[in-house]
């Protein structure tokens, strides 16, 4: 099952925040994020393991909650250089390598 | 320069004619993976190998076939192709540590089956 994420689209200012959300209906046991720009093949950003710890990328932070088994994505003063598809990736158990990606988030940065 | 290069990167052919399209990577990755990206869909995952003659199926295998004859090569078969594959495909590496971690991803393979 492929987790769900929310909103498909955003635009923003540059400067302004955005949070990008991905859940699951399995327990997760990591969260894995990834940019991509147009034709462009997808870029890491961060991996979360399980544990609830949250990372950080520049200007770029991630939390995840097992519990709930969701992870969000903290876009903080955007710029114009963070605009693509943002795309959650999840393995569902440890040793169960199989990964599934949500449908993406299309993130528009404007001047 | 650490890279995943896949060849071709575009491909045009017809129903049913055999193709491979090749993946290789010059990190020392015991992961790789072979993914599909259609609009809407995001990545879903085709085939994926823990090692050397180690593979497993993803989320879409109906349709593929894959090796891991030598580590660094992962190629991906399509023996009697239809216009469903047609698609962008990527191949990803990664070291694994109790799962995978950051995956590189290859150029991409725009694939067309008329």
């Known amino acids: 099952q492929q987790p769900v994420q929310s909103p498909q689209a955003v635009i923003l200012r540059e400067g302004e925040d955005a949070v990008i959300n991905c859940s699951s209906s399995?327990?997760?046991?990591?969260v894995h994020w990834y940019r991509q720009k147009h034709g462009e093949a997808p870029v890491f950003l961060m991996i979360?393991?399980?544990?609830?710890e949250q990372k950080g990328h520049e200007k770029i932070s991630a939390s995840f909650n097992e519990k709930k088994q969701q992870s969000s994505l903290y876009l903080t003063a955007s710029q114009l250089s963070y605009s693509g598809t943002y795309f959650c990736?999840?393995?569902?158990?440890?040793?169960?390598?199989?990964?599934?990606f949500g449908a993406g988030t299309r993130l528009t940065v404007k001047p | 320069e650490a890279q995943v290069t896949q060849n071709p990167r575009y491909l045009i052919t017809v129903t049913g004619k055999k193709l491979t399209v090749t993946c290789s990577q010059n990190?020392?990755?015991?992961?790789m993976s072979w993914y599909r990206q259609d609009p809407g869909l995001g990545l879903r995952q085709i085939y994926y190998?823990?090692?050397?003659?180690?593979?497993d199926k993803g989320d879409v295998p109906e349709g593929y076939k894959v090796s891991r004859k030598e580590k660094r090569n992962f190629p991906l078969i399509l023996e009697s192709p239809s216009p469903n594959q047609t698609s962008l495909y990527f191949c990803?590496?990664?070291?694994?540590?109790?799962?995978?971690?950051?995956?590189?991803f290859g150029p991409g393979t725009r694939l067309t089956v008329t």
């Open positions: 399995k327990a997760l046991y990591s």
């Open positions: 990736g999840t393995v569902n158990r440890s040793y169960n390598n199989d990964m599934r």
């Open positions: 979360l393991l399980k544990g609830g």
């Open positions: 990803a590496s990664s070291r694994i540590s109790g799962g995978p971690l950051e995956q590189y």
């Open positions: 190998s823990m090692n050397v003659e180690v593979t």
């Open positions: 990190m020392n990755h015991e992961y």
